[in-house]
Every structure is written in structure tokens, then in C-alpha cells.
């Protein structure tokens, strides 16, 4: 029997305490399939935020580190500074990336650091029970924000691919979604194309990974999944923004 | 005759469908009767003989649950 | 080299830090340290080692987490208010056990204070001053080349401790000149030396051993405590092997100055107007205010009967100063706080009111 699909060996043998559903898995899966793919498991260093995935260490078989809330882009870059031939990646969501750690993510745009950052946006905050995030969407509601998100209160939802986009140290930026398997193939070469440039040395890799929570949203996985698509990808367009010419 | 065939690590499931509503041929389903380790109905193989071999249920399994082989190359 | 050079404190402290084989400094601009960022990125690329000015202090300290965890020699350096910014990565640093240097340039505070020296993070450095269970361990220099010799020491004590070392440095030491000897310079780790050097650093498992996980969340409570308990004996070590202090004038001493860093220097000269009026004084200088040389107060000898603190602060480590003395003696505290500072002839004429009421 010939192999189509084999969980990698970049995923540790640990069961993964997400809930039931969390694209946290999917996520996790295809940057260990790439490294994997790559031959890089044994060179990589990463950085797991405070979030759900705080604990991403039990289950990538890479060396890493916690950062303290939104630090990992600059954790990151300290360790880059010691290895610059190893390909380092941090691993962020909506709290740590959109909100704490907003100065640490445009700075390491900014100087170009040359490793990846995974962003997992998923619209609230999950680790800490289902408050409002920078990307929570007008109308939906988070214990924070109980009769759903009002532009008065908190402003409309924070678009970080744009964002960083802007950011001329920033060459690779594209946000994808887990929202399909065709999706999941296309996340997955956008998460391969970021490995290449940092491997180019050529600046800064930004992936947006839209991604679901349906014990916060209060949805059913399957739910969830709908609602990303009919709710979250219009506001947040799949797109590539930027592009090196080199890994095309 | 089944083109692909899956290989399940039921205890790593839990229940959550996302490879149900992913499967082009509908064949997947949660076990009614059976209950994993950790207390959910795990997935289960409806008719093994219309399995393509797409993958399309590994690629959106979030745990690690499905391996997908080609039969009879 | 034995060759005096006149060097300012603040370059003369990131030359020590090179020559002691730092090569990763990570800083933010403050006063009055900037001299030490802006010595780094010139001369850290010229040793292959890397500069960043970072985007804040908070963000400093977060990258010499990265980079320590790595396996780099690495040093940051701020003053007070940029201090109590870095002390969440402080206290990170500690939790997770990595080796950092990091200077204290104090300026006056509370708050964003005055740019002028002070010595008012006694407590900030002392006790704590991030979250949690954890000491930093503490140098008071009090001459530009106790600075560089404390320095050089403290990338050693780092790493043999596996803890942030902390340098409490007056920004009177930063900014003046005074003739020092360079420390010799000592060659760095190369990446590949790390591993062995260094085998609980992140560095790629290489598919040769297991991968390292360095985490300083806890999910299940009783195992953080276990790794406290675990941890903790490097503490009581440190508070057996790595007090120090100078004690001048103990044995014929009615009177004890203690005393730390550039206030020393002034109480000394104190010391001498006093002597002159026939007043016989000693002082117990600490050279490091963590672990705190308790044992030096057992020095001190039956004539004495006064002991006064004199700190740029309202009083900080006069408390460590009575918790060493047991309640023996009587503890007073001549200060000046907001970034003033202190001269011997008030040091003596405040000493004098002291005992005239006694």
C-alpha cells in the first residue's frame, strides 16, 4: 500500500489537548509536515506564545521556547542573533500578536528579522475563556463584549496581514485559512514558500492563518468551519500580499 | 472497489466531524455504540469499498486520527 | 596589560562586557546609559557579535531571553525606569534559569524620576522585583574598575548560577572618567561550542537527542513547586559563597557607616573630617546587595554603638541593614532621594546631629 497521507513525524506522539475541532492541530501539522519536508526538524528553534498553545513544546518536535505574552517576535530575534543559519518561527494568536504584542510584531517587520511568524487568528481569545480580541468582528459576541462588538466601544477588528503588509521589511505576507482541505493545501504552500525565504535570508515571513474556536464561539466544529467562511473571510480577505520575486 | 484505504487511531479522536463533513463520498460517520478512551464515539468507515483515497479527511483532522494509503499499486 | 587607560564608566562597562566575551547586547536609549547601546553597536560587530536597539526595554529584555536561551553570552543594561519595565523578563529570566547580565545605571525616582544618580532600586533589585519566588543576584561597585571587574565576574556567576545577575551601578559611575585597567579580553563561545558548553541551550535537536521544551507556565501547581524546591538551593549556595563587602575601621569604631556604590566613596571622606574632629567612624561597604553580607555586621566590634545607613534613597537597605544586626544596635539614615546628591561635609554635620542627641 502506497502512502497518500502519513501524520508526520515532525508531530510528537502526544495527544493534543485542544478542544475537540481546533484548527490549533491542522496548524501545528503542516509547519511540522514542512520542516519535515524540508529536513529541518533538527535544526529548527521555535516560539510558542501564551495562549491555547502555550504549550505547543508538548507537541512539536523542535526546540522551543515560551515567550512571555506577545514577546515571541522579539524572543525570536534574540535567538536568530546566536543561530542565524537555523530557521526559527514563532506561533501567535489574536492576544498576543494583535494586542500585547503589537510593538513586538511591526518591529520585527521592521528590521526584516529573517524568520517566520504563524499568526492564528481566530477572532477571540481562547486560553482565558472567550473575551474580545483586536480581531473579534463587529456584532459577535465575547464575554467581554456580551451583546456582541460595537465600533464605540472597541473599534472595528484589527487587520494585522494589512497591516504588516505595509511594512517594507516584511517581503512575504499572505494570510490563508484551515477553512477546506483545498484551503489547507494552500496554507500549507504559503507556509513552505515562508521557510524558503527565510532560508534566502531575504526578510521578514508573516502568515495569517484564519482558524476557528467553536468551544468560544459556542458553535459546533463543523459550525465553526461555516461561520469562518461566511463571516471571517469576507472581512478578512485570503490573499498574498507580498511576494518575493525569488520564491514565486 | 476502494481505491484508498484508511488506517484509524481511534483513541487520538474526538468526535469533533470536521473529516465527516470533508469526505466527497460521505462514508465517514461517529460510531454509534463504540466510546473511545477519552469518552467520545470515534470516527468510523461506513463502506471501505467507495474510499478514493483523497485524503481530504487527514487533511483537516486536527489530531492526527487518519493515515490514507493507495490499495492495489 | 597592566596600562592605566581614562575611560568613561559607561564605555568602560561595555568594554569589560566584550572582553569577557559578551556578544549580544540588546538596548533601548535611557539616561544616563546611552554611552552603553551606543558603544555596543559599534564595536559588537567588530567581534562577531550582534547589536540590536530594540524597540523598547520590555522588548531588550525579551531578546536576551531568546538569545540566552540560545546559548549566547549576553548583557543588557537600562536605569531605573527601564528597569522596572524589563522586570516581567526578569523575572521570566529566573523562571526559567538562564544566565543574563544586566546593568542598573539608577537615576532618582519613583516613576519617570530624574535623570541624576540615585540608589533608590535597592528594593526594586533586591526583592524581586518581578512576580514570583526567584533572587537576582546583586553587585554594588563603587569605582568604574570594580564595575569592570564585577562585570567580568558576573557572565561567570550567570552561568555557573543559571540566573540573571544584576549590576547596581550609580549614574555617577556611568558618566564620569577615572584611570582603570582593561580587563583582559577572553575569547567567546563559537555556535558550535554551545551544545557542550551549554547542553540545556536551544540550538536544533540535529536529530541526535531529544528535543528541549523550555517553559515557564505550570499547568499542574505541584510540579512547579517541585521545580522550585528543586532550584532553590542554588540560593542558599549563593548566600554562603557569593557575599562580599569591604570593611574599613571596624575594631575601633564607635560608629558604622554602611554604605554602597559611589555614597561609599563620599562617606569615606566623611570619615576623615570626622576623624579629625576626634570622631572615630567605620564603614561596612556591601559589594553585593544579594546575597547581602550579613556576616560582616558579626565584624563589628564592642566600642561601636551607632550605626547609621546613608543611602540616595528613603531608606532601603537600612532594613537589611537591621535585619543583619538583629536589633543589637540602633540604626539611623542620613539620605538624600530625587537624584540628589550627597557630600561628606553634610554626611559628617548630619553624623554629628545623630550623636549629639544620643
Known amino acids: 500500500m502506497k502512502p497518500v497521507f502519513e501524520y508526520t513525524k515532525g508531530m510528537r506522539e502526544m495527544e493534543l489537548h485542544y478542544c475537540p475541532g481546533c484548527t490549533h492541530g491542522i496548524a501545528h ?92 487568528n481566530n477572532a477571540i481569545y481562547g486560553m482565558t475563556g472567550g473575551q474580545m480580541a483586536p480581531t473579534t468582528l463587529i456584532g459577535q459576541k465575547s464575554t467581554t463584549c456580551v451583546e456582541g462588538r460595537t465600533v464605540a466601544q472597541a473599534g472595528m477588528p484589527l487587520r494585522m496581514a494589512e497591516l504588516i503588509a505595509t511594512i517594507d521589511g516584511a517581503v512575504f505576507v499572505e494570510r490563508v485559512s484551515l477553512s477546506s482541505p483545498a484551503e489547507i493545501r494552500k496554507a500549507k504552500k504559503a507556509i513552505q514558500r515562508a521557510f524558503e525565504v527565510q532560508e534566502k535570508k531575504l526578510g521578514f515571513a508573516f502568515i495569517e492563518i484564519l482558524s476557528t474556536c467553536p468551544t468560544n464561539w459556542g458553535l459546533n466544529p463543523v459550525d465553526s468551519i461555516e461561520w469562518l467562511k461566511e463571516n471571517m473571510i469576507p472581512y478578512y480577505p485570503l490573499k498574498q500580499f507580498k511576494c518575493p520575486e525569488e520564491v514565486k | 472497489m476502494a481505491k484508498g484505504k484508511l488506517i484509524l487511531r481511534t483513541d487520538r479522536c474526538k468526535g469533533c466531524e470536521l473529516c465527516v463533513a470533508a469526505c466527497p463520498k460521505k462514508i465517514l460517520k461517529l460510531d454509534e455504540v463504540l466510546v473511545n478512551q477519552k469518552g467520545y464515539h470515534p470516527i468510523s468507515i461506513t463502506n471501505e469499498d467507495e474510499c478514493i483515497g483523497c485524503a481530504n479527511c487527514a487533511l483537516m483532522c486536527p489530531d492526527g486520527v487518519i493515515n490514507v494509503y493507495r490499495v492495489g499499486e | 596589560m597592566t596600562e592605566k587607560k581614562l575611560m568613561k564608566g559607561n564605555e568602560a562597562f561595555a568594554k569589560a562586557a566584550l572582553n569577557a566575551g559578551c556578544r549580544y547586547y540588546f538596548g533601548y536609549p535611557i539616561t544616563p546609559q546611552n554611552e552603553i547601546p551606543e558603544y555596543m553597536s559599534r564595536e559588537l560587530a567588530k567581534v562577531g557579535g550582534a547589536f540590536i536597539q530594540a524597540e523598547s526595554e520590555l522588548a531588550a529584555v525579551n531578546m536576551a531571553y531568546g538569545a540566552a536561551a540560545a546559548g549566547g553570552r549576553v548583557m543588557i543594561s537600562s536605569s531605573s525606569p527601564g528597569i522596572a519595565l524589563m522586570q516581567e523578563g526578569i523575572s521570566l529570566l529566573a523562571s526559567v534559569q538562564l544566565p543574563v547580565v544586566i546593568l542598573n545605571i539608577m537615576r532618582g525616582g ?21 512576580n514570583g519566588d526567584y533572587h537576582c543576584i546583586v553587585y554594588a561597585p563603587s569605582s568604574i574598575q570594580e564595575t569592570m571587574d564585577m562585570i567580568t565576574k558576573a557572565f561567570e556567576v550567570a552561568e555557573e548560577y543559571r540566573n540573571p545577575v544584576i549590576i547596581a551601578a550609580d549614574g555617577m559611575l556611568g558618566q564620569m572618567m577615572e584611570p582603570v585597567i582593561i580587563p583582559e579580553a577572553k575569547p567567546a563561545l563559537t555556535e558550535e561550542e554551545i551544545p557542550a558548553a551549554k547542553p540545556w541551550a536551544l540550538t536544533g535537536h540535529k536529530n541526535k537527542r531529544e528535543r528541549i521544551a523550555i517553559n515557564s507556565v505550570w499547568l499542574e501547581q505541584e510540579l512547579l513547586e517541585d521545580y522550585i524546591n528543586g532550584y532553590w538551593p542554588k ?68 566600642k561601636t554603638k551607632q550605626i547609621i545607613s546613608v543611602e540616595l534613597s528613603q531608606g532601603q537597605m537600612i532594613h537589611d541593614v537591621k535585619y543583619a544586626l538583629e536589633g543589637r544596635l540602633p540604626v539611623a539614615l542620613i539620605n538624600r532621594v530625587g537624584g540628589m546628591l550627597i557630600d561628606p561635609v553634610e554626611v559628617a554635620e548630619r553624623t554629628k546631629k545623630i550623636l549629639e542627641v544620643k
Open chain 1, 29 to 120: 501539522r503542516l509547519i511540522m509536515e514542512v520542516l519535515e519536508e524540508r529536513g529541518d526538524l533538527g535544526n529548527c528553534i521555535a516560539v510558542s506564545p501564551v495562549g491555547c498553545s502555550i504549550v505547543a513544546h508538548h507537541y512539536l518536535d523542535v526546540d522551543m521556547i515560551e515567550a512571555a505574552h506577545g514577546r515571541a517576535p522579539a524572543t525570536a530575534s534574540g535567538i536568530k542573533r546566536v543561530h542565524p543559519d537555523s530557521p526559527v518561527f514563532t506561533y501567535q494568536g489574536d492576544g498576543d500578536l494583535a494586542s500585547i504584542g503589537t510593538a513586538e510584531i511591526v518591529h520585527a517587520a521592521h528590521r526584516g528579522e529573517k524568520f517566520c511568524t504563524f499568526f492564528i
Open chain 3, 235 to 302: 540560593y542558599i549556595k549563593a548566600e554562603k559563597e557569593l557575599a562580599e563587602y569591604e570593611a574599613v575601621n571596624l575594631e575601633d569604631a564607635e560608629t558604622v557607616f554602611v554604605a554602597f556604590g559611589s555614597t561609599a566613596r563620599v562617606v569615606l571622606e566623611a570619615m576623615d573630617i570626622l576623624a579629625k574632629e576626634g570622631i572615630k567612624t567605620g564603614l561596612i561597604r556591601p559589594k553585593t546587595l544579594w546575597p547581602f553580607p550579613n556576616e560582616a555586621f558579626s565584624k563589628i566590634g564592642p
Open chain 3, 110 to 130: 519613583p516613576g519617570i524620576g530624574s535623570i541624576q544618580p540615585g540608589q533608590a532600586d535597592y528594593n526594586q533589585v533586591t526583592r524581586g522585583g518581578g
